[in-house]
């Protein structure tokens, strides 16, 4: 069993940057993060696994997010810049404990997930 706290969410203006952090309590294969907002289905934001440096981003968060990890500290965050309206929904970390991923944007991929942490972004 792993659990994961997230912090770092809050109320910013659009244009504005937040960062994100989420810390598992034990080893994690892949870590991503999640959004869902009101009245829409939980959407993939970006992710990346423990080893390698390759990073997955969603088309709409690409060039304005960014996703790093301290594996030493179990712990991934999400660099959030020009932040828009349409980013406001809450932000879920995940993890994945398992070898064996074949598509980390994808929800099904993780096993365990944080209790989310609300962004909004004010016009």
């Known amino acids: 069993q792993v659990q994961l706290v997230e912090s770092g969410g809050g109320l910013v203006q659009a244009g504005g940057s937040l960062r994100l952090s989420c810390v598992a309590s034990?080893?994690?294969?892949?870590m991503g993060w999640f959004r869902q907002a009101p009245g829409k289905e939980r959407e993939f934001v970006a992710a990346?696994?423990?080893?390698?440096?390759?990073?997955y981003y969603a088309d709409s968060v690409k060039g304005r997010f960014a996703i790093s990890r301290d594996n030493a500290k179990n712990t991934v965050w999400l660099q959030m810049n020009s932040l828009k309206p349409e980013d406001t929904a809450v932000y879920y970390c995940?993890?994945?404990?398992?070898?064996?991923?074949?598509?980390?944007?994808?929800?099904?991929?993780?096993?365990?997930w944080g209790q989310g942490t609300q962004v909004t972004v004010s016009s």
């Open positions: 034990g080893r994690t294969i892949a």
């Open positions: 995940a993890s994945r404990t398992q070898f064996g991923a074949t598509d980390i944007t994808r929800a099904g991929e993780f096993n365990f």
């Open positions: 990346m696994y423990r080893s390698g440096s390759t990073t």
